[in-house]
């Protein structure tokens, strides 16, 4: 993972609905992946009210629920959240791809931006930095959010 990421916009996020999606395996590190994605939805003035948190069994299932959720046509953008550490097997690597793919599917499909923040580690220290460590990954997925919440507004003429 790259530590370059793009200037954060200073963009207005009140008037935005916003729907997460958050696995429950390695929770406790989701659970500090997604504090953080809050405090920046937070930051960019974006109400609590106007957030709406599903939890899953795992990254492999972050891509239905977020259909689930783009499909009510409530939300502006969505964003799934999860960890995957890399393991002794391939499977960490198939869920990476297919998860990945699968949220720009539905991104695509539904119209609703969707907003990967399935976090892929290549080691448990990697993991707590990025989810509840140095590295603002969650602040970094909210900034994202909020621009392509605004973004999706603009071009698809819903009312705020």
């Known amino acids: 993972m790259s530590l370059k990421s793009p200037s954060i916009e200073a963009i207005d996020?009140?008037?935005l609905r916003i729907g997460i999606v958050a696995a429950r395996y390695n929770q406790v590190l989701v659970d500090g992946l997604l504090k953080s994605t809050l405090?920046?939805?937070?930051?960019?003035?974006v109400p609590d009210a106007a957030v709406e948190i599903t939890r899953v069994p795992g990254s492999n299932e972050v891509p239905i629920a977020l259909q689930f959720l783009a499909e009510t046509g409530r939300f502006?953008?969505?964003i799934g959240l999860g960890l995957l550490i890399r393991g002794d097997t391939l499977h960490y690597e198939i869920i990476a791809h297919g998860a990945s793919q699968a949220l720009q599917d539905v991104a695509l499909k539904t119209g609703v931006p969707a907003i990967n923040g399935i976090i892929v580690a290549e080691s448990e220290t990697?993991?707590?930095d990025r989810c509840a460590g140095a590295v603002d990954r969650g602040g970094e997925?909210?900034?994202?959010?909020?621009?392509?919440?605004?973004?999706a507004r603009t071009f698809s003429g819903r009312s705020k």
């Open 39 to 45: 405090a920046g939805l937070k930051a960019s003035g």
């Open 141 to 151: 997925f909210a900034a994202a959010a909020v621009e392509m919440g605004a973004l």
């Open 126 to 128: 990697q993991a707590q």
């Open 13 to 15: 996020g009140s008037d």
């Open 76 to 78: 502006d953008v969505c």
